[in-house]
């Protein structure tokens, strides 16, 4: 029986993005909508958010009215959908402090929020960088590192050193370094509660931003494909996305992608009333399905 | 007409003057968030802090000097405003922090002065076109067909910050 009901939540997108975006080297090929969407996990007495999106109704506005974000919707809206409402959240695990998925810290007045120490630490030092070196800052939100701060100060921001065991019951976390950014991490959700589990998921952050990134176009002989926006090291994000498809036996189902809307196929789905897709990966013992 | 032509040179000319000041307070903002961040939760002292808020003075001097050259016509008069005000309150954050680093007791807490500072920014920002407070060039997450739309190509400083 699982330990987690595990939900991907489609909250926003962005119509066309550029492929190459996506998928490195696929230039001049059009555009692909690109959705944004957290994950969010039951079990054990916990709710828990992996990535927190961003907050439209504050500083992500710019972004949102910028760069053509459409159908962002509050998480009280998202959440809704399956009972959540923003209040009850424990913990979101930050896989990076990108904006779509660092932004929304404020939106979630109980959470305690877990990032790689390392993670905040190269940022702080890109932050004290000279000015032509603002290219390393991405899309991150000084903003964030503010509310960062003021979390930190009521010790609801806190560092993690490097991989983790149990960080929460039966939830990992395994560092990335020098690949998407510099420390970002991926989860594993041990839904059978075994350390050498059976049934368990890889949440990938931004590792992973299509399943062609694990299967280059050909699932029949894949082979690994960068995203197309790596701040470090390509070679290092294809080894860790081999370990990513070792953790879940290669079995790429259980690779959760946060930006890919083909999760909606390999999972039972719905959309919602404001046009998102909601995908219901597993159920714990007693939880009714949301579909 | 004529009027109008010298409203629309005035408008430019500020744009072009303000834009170095913008940038700074950008600066000085960024990497006091940094220092921070760096204080309260990494525990850090190390030379990066010393080097980065000398930095941050030395940009905060710049921008006061060049502020103070600024004239602002009437059109942007808003955007003047909130610049003025961030110039105003990184001053003060930055002074708070020092004293904090410093050791005084009675140093006044930075983050307040700083998140109103970018504030400020954020509604100078949004004031003026071409003043951005994230730099979405590289973003995996941006649509760059629109944004090079939105910001009118890649020509002329003032509407495109990386040229």
């Known amino acids: 029986m699982a330990e987690y009901s595990i939900w991907i939540l489609n909250f926003a997108e962005v119509p066309d993005a550029a492929t190459s975006s996506l998928i490195f080297g696929r230039h001049n090929t059009g555009t692909q909508v690109l959705p944004y969407a957290y994950t969010l996990l039951k079990g054990h007495g916990k709710t828990i958010l992996l990535d927190c999106g961003l907050n439209a109704e504050s500083h992500g506005k710019a972004f949102v009215d910028k760069f053509n974000v459409q159908k962002w919707a509050h998480p009280r809206d998202v959440l809704g959908e399956v009972g959540v409402k923003p209040e009850d959240i424990d913990y979101v695990i930050l896989t990076h402090a990108h904006f779509d998925h660092m932004g929304g810290l404020s939106l979630f007045p109980n959470a305690t929020f877990l990032i790689q120490s390392e993670e905040l630490a190269a940022w702080v030092k890109i932050m004290a960088m000279d000015r032509k070196f ?9 903003n964030d590192m503010m509310e960062a701060v003021q979390l930190a100060r009521e010790g609801r921001m806190i560092g993690i050193d490097g991989d983790a065991d149990d960080i929460l019951p039966n939830i990992d976390v395994r560092v990335a370094p020098d690949t998407h950014t510099a420390h970002s991490q991926y989860i594993v959700i041990r839904n059978d509660g075994r350390a050498a589990s059976e049934d368990n998921y890889v949440y990938t952050g931004d590792l992973v931003y299509r399943h062609d990134n694990l ?5 029949q002989d894949p082979f690994y494909v960068p995203n197309g926006l790596s701040y470090g090291s390509n070679t290092k994000l294809l080894m860790v996305t081999d370990e990513i498809m070792k953790t879940v036996k290669r079995d790429i189902r259980r690779v959760l992608i946060p930006h890919d ?3 909606a196929d390999l999972y039972p789905s719905r959309m919602t009333k404001r046009g998102h897709y909601l995908v219901e990966v597993a159920l714990a013992e007693g939880e009714a399905s949301r579909l | 007409m004529r009027g109008q032509g010298r409203s629309d040179e005035a408008v430019r000319a500020y744009v072009l003057a303000a834009q170095p000041v913008f940038d700074a307070l950008h600066e000085v903002a960024t990497r006091l968030a940094g220092l921070l961040m760096s204080a309260e939760m990494l525990k850090s002292r190390h030379v990066l802090d010393a ?5 941050a003075r030395e940009r905060l001097i710049e921008a006061k000097a060049d502020h103070a050259r600024l004239r602002a016509p009437e059109l942007a008069a808003h955007f003047h405003h909130h610049l003025t005000a961030a110039l105003e309150k990184l001053g003060t954050a930055l002074d708070a922090l020092d004293g904090r680093l410093s050791g005084l007791l009675s140093a006044a807490d930075p983050l307040p002065p700083l998140r109103s500072a970018w504030k400020d920014i954020e509604a100078a920002s949004r004031a003026m076109p071409g003043f951005e407070t994230v730099d979405f060039q590289q ?3 941006a ?6 739309r939105t910001n009118g190509g890649m020509d002329g400083r003032v509407f495109n910050l990386d040229t």
């Open chain 1, 134 to 142: 603002r290219w390393l800052m991405g899309a991150t939100d000084p």
């Open chain 1, 261 to 263: 809307q083909g999760m």
């Open chain 2, 139 to 141: 973003s995996c997450c």
């Open chain 2, 143 to 148: 649509l760059h067909g629109n944004l090079l």
């Open chain 1, 215 to 219: 299967h280059g176009g050909n699932p």
């Open chain 2, 51 to 55: 080097e980065s808020r000398e930095a």
